[in-house]
């Protein structure tokens, strides 16, 4: 018997450092749309090396606030992926756009490129790609294809702050990209999220419909276009900034803790480590999860439930999306479009993932998990 210990999937990693600027909000007069929001932008946007950063109440937030900005709407397709968090789809059904998906890559789990030209159609405006797990996708060639058919691209960056493709930061390489600071992610502020562009005018709509429509500088009770209340309230900025300002030590952490599990897990059988680069020059990930993948022959759920017991929590990620309920009944999806997704789907298995995840949890998840393989083998 081992000794049990509780390990959870995530946790926050907070500091003094946070917690003194959260203090500072709540000893002043200043709670929405203050210094702190002002600060976190600025120096998210030095961060991310684009010219506008505007944030927001969450990621998916954000993602509506671009589809709006870029004009989609009834009737147009915007091209995607089903192996999400299902919000990168949503945000298109928001606004009756709807999501074309094209099945994933087997290596790196993002949007396979070479199939997405056989999905262009007359009504298709755009590609929303996602850096899933904080893979960077292959942006140069998306923007290939977007150029040849007048498209434009939506990063969903949501997973993939501080990540790299070609030595540019991920959320910089399409039109506008957005992260997102749920308590999961690798920076938190609770609730939130940031968009980013270089477009003066998609950052002039999203900062003004974020705020119930008004244009920067107007009264307060004059409203330009159809807006929203997505604000960042202070105390959420200060947070965020906090922790943007530790974010290299943040990954840094999340590499150490990603290299662990390698290690530990390198020959486990029946277990295949997540993709962890092309190694190619210019090119970054940003561990936002530890998602392994059982052989068929392991019963995933059997597994899991197996390491719920010893006190480890799991997630099976993703779900593919157009399997859900409402996508099947909106748009007429079956299983058996995209096999790739519904194969990977099957076999993820997101193990504990955090800053401060010990060697020593690292090691009891590694010998439990070695353990339910055995016990549960279909054989
Ligand atoms: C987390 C996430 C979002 C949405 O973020 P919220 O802040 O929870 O709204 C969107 N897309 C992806 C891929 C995500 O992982």
Request: net charge neutral.
């Amino acid at each position: 018997m081992i000794e049990k210990m509780k390990v959870s999937l995530s946790a926050p990693d907070l500091t003094g450092e946070e917690k003194k600027l959260v203090m500072q909000v709540l000893s002043g007069k200043n709670l929405s749309m203050g210094p702190m929001l002002d600060s976190f932008e600025k120096e998210f946007a030095a961060y991310i090396g684009s010219k506008h950063a505007i944030a927001v109440n969450s990621g998916t937030s954000g993602l509506h606030l671009l589809v709006r900005s870029m004009g989609f709407k009834t009737g147009d397709e915007v091209i995607t992926t089903p192996f999400s968090f299902v919000a990168s789809a949503n945000c298109l059904v928001f606004e009756n756009v709807k999501p074309v998906f094209v099945d994933i890559d087997s290596r790196t789990l993002n949007i396979d490129i070479g199939q997405i030209e056989a999905k262009i159609s007359p009504r298709t405006k755009g590609i929303l790609p996602v850096h899933v797990f904080g893979v960077p996708a292959k942006l140069d060639r998306i923007r290939e294809i977007a150029c040849k058919y007048g498209l434009k691209i939506i990063e969903d960056s949501c997973e993939a702050i501080g990540a790299e493709y070609l030595g540019k930061k991920a959320g910089t390489l399409g039109d506008a990209g957005v992260f997102a600071f749920y308590p999961n992610k690798q920076m938190t502020t609770g609730e939130g999220g940031m968009i980013v562009t270089d477009n003066d005018e998609i950052a002039a709509s999203c900062r003004s419909m974020r705020n119930q429509g008004r244009d920067e500088g107007t009264e307060w009770l004059s409203h330009d276009r159809l807006g929203y209340n997505y604000r960042l309230d202070e105390m959420s900025a200060a947070l965020g900034l906090g922790q943007l300002r530790r974010i290299e030590e943040i990954l840094e952490k999340r590499n150490r803790v990603a290299a662990m599990y390698q290690e530990k897990l390198a020959n486990v059988e029946g277990v295949s480590l997540p993709y962890s680069g092309s190694g190619a020059a210019g090119e970054k990930i940003s561990w936002f999860v530890f998602v392994v993948r059982l052989e068929p022959s392991v019963d995933r759920n059997e597994v899991a439930k197996y390491l719920k017991l010893s006190g480890i929590e799991t997630k099976p990620y993703f779900g593919p999306i157009h399997l859900l309920p409402l996508y099947r009944r909106l748009y007429r999806y079956n299983p058996g479009d995209f096999p790739v997704t519904e194969q990977i789907s099957k076999s993820t298995l997101a193990l504990p993932f955090h800053n401060n995840l010990t060697a020593k949890e690292i090691s009891y998840v590694t010998r439990v998990l070695k353990e339910a393989i055995a016990k549960t083998g279909k054989g």
